[in-house]
T-cell receptor, first 110, second 113 residues
Framework: TQLLEQSPQFLSIQEGENLTVYCNSSSVFSSLQWYRQEPGEGPVLLVTVVTGGEVKKLKRLTFQFGDARKDSSLHITAAQPGDTGLYLCAGELGNNRLAFGKGNQVVVIP | KAGVTQTPRYLIKTRGQQVTLSCSPISGHRSVSWYQQTPGQGLQFLFEYFSETQRNKGNFPGRFSGRQFSNSRSEMNVSTLELGDSALYLC????????????FGPGTRLLVL
């Protein structure tokens, strides 16, 4: 059973459009991390959210942590081809462990 | 500062063989975690080492093992390879531990025939 469910699994959009992907769980996490992975590379950390309701912005990317700290969303404004990649969320389980979702594959078409 | 390096990048083995993968963490990072990534299962945690001690282990059979050296470099070994072991093996290092911000290497792509 996957602790973190990410949806949609795959999303293809045109350059300039907006998109939102989701990371949901029935478990509470003390923090949640978002990573982006490009083909042939390892995941790269984008942001860590810690407080329920927290919103963090990274240029055109907006990350929100749910009030109950069970879910998170990533919104991309005016997507660009460089945003293409696999977006992974990871919840802190404690005991020095992270649980990863399977990812949201985003493709931005020029 | 150099990033996490993994060697080799690609590997082809046959069933029954064993394989050793290597990971050099970012300088100063004492925590090294290993993950297996497959399209069907996503990123699955294998184990985490800190200061040469295995602190955590995921739900993988005993064929998967690892170790960490005094310079924080780490190796993982898979014995008696099975077809299902074909995957991308990712190593990540961290300052604080396996649940803190992870810095991933590019991975080793293992194909078992």
């Amino acid at each position: 059973t996957q602790l973190l469910e990410q949806s949609p699994q795959f999303l293809s959009i045109q350059e300039g459009e907006n998109l939102t992907v989701y990371c949901n769980s029935s478990s509470v996490f003390s923090s949640l991390q978002w990573y982006r992975q490009e083909p042939g590379e390892g995941p790269v950390l984008l942001v860590t959210v810690v407080t329920g309701g927290e919103v963090k912005k990274l240029k055109r990317l907006t990350f929100q942590f749910g009030d109950a700290r069970k879910d998170s969303s990533l919104h991309i404004t005016a997507a660009q081809p460089g945003d293409t990649g696999l977006y992974l969320c990871a919840g802190e389980l404690g005991n020095n462990r992270l649980a990863f979702g399977k990812g949201n594959q985003v493709v931005v078409i020029p | 500062k150099a990033g996490v390096t993994q060697t080799p990048r690609y590997l082809i083995k046959t069933r029954g063989q064993q394989v050793t993968l290597s990971c050099s963490p970012i300088s100063g990072h004492r925590s090294v975690s290993w993950y297996q990534q497959t399209p069907g299962q996503g990123l699955q945690f294998l184990f985490e080492y800190f200061s040469e001690t295995q602190r955590n282990k995921g739900n993988f059979p005993g064929r998967f093992s690892g170790r960490q050296f005094s310079n924080s470099r780490s190796e993982m070994n898979v014995s008696t390879l099975e077809l299902g072991d074909s995957a991308l093996y990712l190593c990540a290092s961290s300052l604080a531990g396996g649940d803190a911000a992870q810095y991933f290497g590019p991975g080793t792509r293992l194909l078992v025939l």
